[in-house]
Every structure is written in structure tokens, then in C-alpha cells.
């Protein structure tokens, strides 16, 4: 196999049988392999000084008047030059930082970037440039709610809990004058919203009358489930709204003049945390 530059860093090798050359490439070939595996240079922005030593590395400043960008070996009394290809890799010792080629500029891998402008605006990173984060924005309410940006506004962000309570209730068969059908003492603040809105009734049977259950509050009524003749669902009515503290009790009643016909009620009550 004739002789030929091997992929890579540029050693040379397979030398025809016989050939006397090969010591003085074999030689380069080490001088390669001892400068660029786990290349180290003095510098890469300081000119080459006039007195060097022998095994000095440098790499000649961007924008020298020769060999910009190349690896300086210095062997033997002389400087020996190598031209980077694209992705070689170098540590510097006096910027203290590993660096790169790019195939036109060596660059700094653990910064790599420019330095964001310093004008007080927040920057990222977006499409190879620097970018201003939430330019324009307004700040978020101070109300000592947690806020987060959503459709180009400002959002509460849910905090993962409940946000609503429902109490469910169910009385079998016909329902008997005045008849308590429901208690609860009320272990968390709730508010049911005026016109109940959120809350349903109905029953099994239907009723022959207009039958209408109370809701109280601590005893005093509050909003009604009132059935039209011959219908199944109820219609639900509250003034205003209604706030339940804790230990309050909310409770449902069947009407004095219970109907004739009306059976296995269900209500749901849903309130606001």
C-alpha cells in the first residue's frame, strides 16, 4: 500500500518497503501525536515571543500577519506549524479555559457566547442571539396571590387544593311535614353563591303540587328547592349569597304541608371555598 496522509490529525504512514524517509515522518508523526492529544498552549492572544523554549505551544493570535489561528510547536530551535481542522480542541493556560475551532475562530467551550448586553434587562438565549426576557410586560398583581403569564396576561396559579365543596343529600320515600332531611356543622368557611348557581334537585317521583324544601342557615331560612306540579326537577333560589363559617350549620327541611306524591329527593349544594 503506497504512503498517504491518514484521516484525522494528519499522520502519515504505510511507507513503501525499503523507503528511507520514513524515520524523519515517523518523527513529525510523534511530534503531532505529542502536541495535539490532549493539546495544551501557553496562549492563543500572546504574539510568539522572540526567545521560546523547545516544547513551547502556542496558538498564533486571530489576526497575525502569518499563520493566524495555527498551532506554533517549538522543536528543535524552530517553530513548526499545524492548521487546525474544524472541532479541534485546545486548553489554554492563560485564560484557564478549554477552547474550540470552529473552523474559522478558536472559541471558548465553557462560555462559547458573547456576553449578554449589561443594560438591566434580563436576556436568554433564542435563535443563536441574545434576547430580551418578558420585554413589555406589566407587572403581576400584588396581592400575595401567585401569579404566572398565560395567553399574554397575567394568571393565578392554582395552588392545587379544592376550590369548591359540594354536600350531598338523599331522603327515601315521601317526605313528612317539616321533616329534617339534612344537617352539617361546617368544618371549613363556604359560601353559596346567590341563585345557587352550580347546585341541582330532583326526585325519583314526581310531585302533584308545588312542594318547596328551606334551606337554612343556623335555623334561619336562606333559599328553597321548589317542584312544579308534576315535575321531577327543582328549581333553586338564594337571594344573595351565603357565607357558612366554621361551626355554622346548614340544614334542609321538608315543607309543613308535605306533598302527596313527591319521593326519594336527592339536593346537591355546591359552595365556594
Sequence with gaps: MAQRTLPGIGLTGFWDLGYDGWNTENDANLRLLSALVQARAISRTTAL?????????????????????????????????VVPEEGFTAYVEDDN???????????????????????????GRKDGAWEVVAAGL????????????????????????????????????ELTATELI?????????????????????????????????????????????????????????????????GDILSVTAPASPDATLADVSLSIVGDL
Design 182 to 246: 339534612f344537617r352539617h356543622e361546617a368544618t371549613q368557611a363556604f359560601t353559596i353563591p346567590a341563585g345557587m348557581t352550580g347546585s341541582r334537585g330532583s326526585s325519583a317521583v314526581a310531585a302533584t303540587g308545588t312542594p318547596a324544601l328551606s334551606i337554612k342557615k343556623n335555623g334561619a331560612s336562606v333559599g328553597t328547592a321548589t317542584w312544579s306540579a308534576a315535575g321531577t326537577t327543582a328549581t333553586l333560589a338564594m337571594a344573595s349569597s351565603t357565607a357558612f363559617a366554621i
Design 97 to 123: 479555559e478549554n477552547v474550540q475551532f470552529d473552523g474559522t475562530d478558536w472559541i471558548g467551550l465553557a462560555a462559547g457566547l458573547s456576553d449578554a448586553p449589561s443594560d438591566g434587562s434580563t436576556y
Design 138 to 173: 406589566s407587572d403581576a398583581p400584588s396581592d400575595g396571590t401567585l401569579y404566572g403569564r398565560k395567553d399574554g396576561d397575567w394568571e393565578a396559579v392554582p395552588d392545587g387544593g379544592p376550590t369548591s365543596i359540594e354536600l350531598s343529600l338523599f331522603a327515601a320515600g
Design 49 to 81: 515571543p522572540g526567545s521560546p523554549t523547545d516544547g513551547d505551544i502556542y496558538i498564533v493570535p486571530d489576526g497575525a500577519g502569518s499563520h493566524p489561528n495555527e498551532i506554533a510547536i517549538r522543536d528543535n530551535g524552530a517553530w513548526v506549524y
